[in-house]
Structures are given as structure tokens and as C-alpha cells.
């Protein structure tokens, strides 16, 4: 089965502070990306990295930056965390190819207070 | 802007009762068209997927009804069960190297009452 592991499942930081959300997959899949889910708005993509030290932006970039050091590891950054990125986030990972199957984390919930 | 439309956003039926789910996309360049089924305090998991090839494909209760003309597609629950009480979203992508970059709809909170 296809494992793919968020570190938090709930954080709490306050309005400033740098937050890391941290996921890792475990099929050697090429492609990992990052969504915010929001009641209302569904899922929106914030970032995706089809390799390893590649990154592209996706719809909602703006205010969060990744990283993709290993295959298997997506981070996640708030540089500055606000109170308007309180939101439900969902790391994902897909085989690449034809295959547009995700695989989803649980998500981690951030409340930025 | 939102290129994939999804309605109703909450949905109640009866057990035995069939569902159905609508979504419309503006972007003719999607190729790919899947569903994705989400139970609290869980990620969203692929329950069925179209290609605009065909316009139905059938996996046990659950149905994908795709009209590229109308550019519309719908899930259909036969006989839904209060298991398939769940959040369910429409997605799309577009081909070649797109694949998996998923826009989805805004959600669909389905309730099979018993």
C-alpha cells in the first residue's frame, strides 16, 4: 500500500512565526505536491515538484515556499505564518506518466492564532 | 477563478436512494476527470476516473456520466449506502506532463441517511 505520511496532524503557531510542514512518501513516486483544503473552495494546489530540487508553483503560491531535497520528502514553509493560512493541508504524491491517480496524506491542520 | 464547478455542496439521501454529483470545467484542454471520495480525519482517496473518450464508465455502484460537448460530468451513486457518507470532489488535469495536477470542484458533503 502506498503510504504517504504528514509529521503533524494539528499545529498551533502564532501570527509571524516560521512553520515547516513535513511529508513523506514511501513508493517512489515522482511527483509530490501540496494542496489547502477550505470548506467552500475545495482543494487548491499551492505547489507541486516533479523531481527531486524541482519545484513549479501552483494556483495559490503566494506566501509559502517547498523543498525537495530526497525523492521521498516534500516539505512545506510559511515563511511568515498569518492567520489567513489557517487552513486544512494536504500533501499528496502520483506515480507520474498517464497515471494521474494521488495518493493523499491525512493532512495537517494549522491554526495560525 | 474557478475552472471546475461542483454543485450541489451538500447532498441528503435516503438509504437505497441514488446520488448524483455535477460538475462542470472550463478548460478544454482536460483530459482526465476523477473523483475523489474523503472521510473525516482522512485524506481524499480516488473512487472512479474518466477519460473524454468515453462518455460512461460503471464501477459497481458508482457511475461517471461525461458530456464533452456540455462540458459536464456527474457521479451517480446507485443505491447508496450510509457508508458512502462522505465529502466527495470532482477534479480535472490536462495530459502529457500535467498529469496528476489536479483543479478540483469545491466539494460535495453526502449524507445516506439509514
Known amino acids: 500500500d502506498v503510504k504517504v505520511t504528514q509529521s503533524s496532524r494539528y499545529l498551533v503557531k502564532r501570527t509571524g512565526e516560521k512553520v515547516f510542514l513535513e511529508c513523506v512518501q514511501d513508493?517512489?513516486?515522482?511527483?509530490m505536491f501540496w494542496y489547502r483544503q477550505d470548506p467552500g473552495l475545495g482543494l487548491r494546489l499551492i505547489y507541486f515538484?516533479?523531481?527531486?530540487?524541482?519545484?513549479e508553483k501552483g494556483d495559490i503560491p503566494e506566501g509559502y515556499s517547498v523543498s525537495r531535497e530526497k525523492k521521498e520528502r516534500f516539505s512545506l514553509i510559511l515563511e511568515s505564518a498569518s492567520t489567513n493560512q489557517t487552513s486544512m493541508y494536504l500533501c499528496?504524491?502520483?506515480?507520474?506518466?498517464?497515471?494521474?491517480?494521488?495518493?493523499f496524506g491525512e493532512g495537517s491542520r494549522l491554526t495560525v492564532l | 477563478q474557478q475552472q471546475v464547478k461542483q454543485s450541489p455542496q451538500s447532498l441528503i439521501v435516503q438509504k437505497g436512494g441514488i446520488s448524483i454529483i455535477n460538475c462542470a470545467y472550463e478548460?478544454?484542454?482536460?483530459?482526465?476527470f476523477p473523483w475523489y471520495q474523503q472521510f473525516p480525519g482522512k485524506g481524499p482517496a480516488l473512487l472512479i476516473a474518466?477519460?473524454?473518450?468515453?462518455s460512461e464508465k460503471k464501477e459497481g455502484r458508482f457511475t461517471i456520466s461525461f458530456n464533452k460537448s456540455a462540458k459536464q460530468f456527474s457521479l451517480h451513486i446507485m443505491d447508496s449506502q450510509p457508508g458512502d457518507s462522505a465529502t466527495y470532489f470532482c477534479?480535472?488535469?490536462?495530459?502529457?506532463?500535467?498529469?496528476?495536477?489536479?483543479?478540483f470542484g469545491q466539494g460535495t458533503i453526502l449524507t445516506v441517511h439509514p
Open positions: 499528496a504524491s502520483s506515480q507520474g506518466g498517464r497515471s494521474g491517480e494521488l495518493f
Open positions: 478548460n478544454t484542454a482536460f483530459d482526465y
Open positions: 474518466i477519460r473524454p473518450d468515453v
Open positions: 477534479a480535472a488535469c490536462r495530459g502529457g506532463t500535467s498529469y496528476g495536477k489536479l483543479t
Open positions: 515538484s516533479y523531481d527531486v530540487k524541482m519545484k
Open positions: 513508493m517512489d513516486h515522482e511527483n
